[in-house]
Nanobody, 129 residues
Framework: QVQLVESGGGLVQAGGSLRLSCAAS?????????????MAWFRQAPGAEREFVAA????????SYADSVKGRFTISRDNAKKTVYLQMNSLKPEDTAVYYC?????????????????WGQGTQVTVSS
């Protein structure tokens, strides 16, 4: 498993921006390089199920997004720094949730949370109206 730690959450007004970071433990990448992992962000609002937000391929060349964030959020990764980012612009109150980083070995750009076997502890994002 990959050890993941998210940061960058906080309180922001509607229309504002935040950038989330997800740092992967360097100790983990002994057998498989970080580029072997699909990385993704999911979120969970109070009383709701966890939902897919965005995913990025191992080399960063491809990405997929939920329709609700397309055009506002951008996922990227820096394998040398073992970090994945989620740039969130034009935030809306409905974006309020705990955001989780996830890693999956040898996968494509899936939106299925069950296929990711490593998760961070989450970071809270609150967007006020």
């Amino acid at each position: 498993q990959v050890q993941l730690v998210e940061s960058g959450g906080g309180l922001v007004q509607a229309g504002g921006s935040l950038r989330l970071s997800c740092a992967a433990s360097a100790r983990t990448f002994v057998t498989y390089a970080m580029a072997s992992y699909t990385m993704a962000w999911f979120r969970q609002a109070p009383g709701a199920e966890r939902e897919f937000v965005a995913a990025v391929s191992g080399n960063g060349g491809s990405a997929s997004y939920a329709d609700s964030v397309k055009g506002r959020f951008t996922i990227s990764r820096d394998n040398a720094k073992k970090t994945v980012y989620l740039q969130m612009n034009s935030l809306k109150p409905e974006d309020t949730a705990v955001y989780y980083c996830a890693a999956g070995l040898g996968m494509g750009l899936t939106t299925n949370s069950r296929l990711f076997n490593s998760w961070g502890q989450g970071t809270q994002v609150t967007v006020s109206s």
